[in-house]
């Protein structure tokens, strides 16, 4: 059905985002004012009749789809190469610490177990020159 819109319109996001955008304001007009043409009698002589009223009522619904389509297409694009559950990932959270620290913050692990899972985790994050040394560096909050 939407054939001919896909063929002429580019297949890049912007024009396409844009003629969507285009299509379903002026769409959307055409069709209220088609429909209130087929019962409003004033209004019914600017067209030629009912067939007339008709025709630009399907001609503004096909706007408005024709538009709806383009945009959807857009919005399809924009989400595909981004997974749903990694989508809102953050990248600090990955780290063991920061983790830990949120546990900790939802009261999921205690003042105690927080102390010694801290312990081990920055023991096993210690640079290689500070085991040579002998120093210590620990995550002060």
């Given at each position: 059905?939407f054939?001919?819109?896909d063929?002429?319109?580019?297949d890049?996001?912007?024009?396409?985002?844009v003629?969507g955008?285009a299509?379903?304001t002026?769409?959307v007009?055409?069709?209220?004012y088609?429909?209130?043409a087929?019962?409003?009698?004033?209004?019914?002589?600017?067209?030629?009749?009912r067939?007339?009223s008709?025709l630009v009522?399907l001609?503004?619904?096909?706007?408005v789809?024709?538009?709806?389509?383009?945009?959807k297409?857009?919005?399809?694009?924009a989400?595909?190469?981004k997974?749903?559950d990694?989508?809102?990932a953050d990248p600090?959270a990955a780290d063991?610490v920061?983790?830990?620290?949120?546990?900790?913050a939802?009261?999921?692990?205690d003042e105690?177990?927080?102390e010694?899972?801290?312990a081990?985790?920055?023991?096993?994050?210690?640079p290689a020159d500070a085991v040579?040394?002998?120093t210590r560096?620990?995550i002060?909050e």
């Open positions: 059905m054939g001919p819109v063929r002429y319109v580019p890049a996001p912007r024009p396409r985002l003629v955008a299509l379903v002026f769409g007009p055409v069709t209220l088609a429909f209130f087929l019962w409003w009698p004033i209004q019914m002589w600017l067209y030629v009749g067939l007339g008709v009522l001609a503004g619904l096909f706007t789809a024709a538009g709806n389509h383009l945009l297409d857009v919005a399809e694009r989400t595909a190469g997974p749903a990694d989508a809102g600090v063991p920061s983790t830990l620290r949120q546990q900790y939802a009261g999921e692990v105690a177990e927080f010694r899972k801290l081990s985790l920055t023991d096993l994050e210690e040579e040394t002998g560096q620990t002060r």
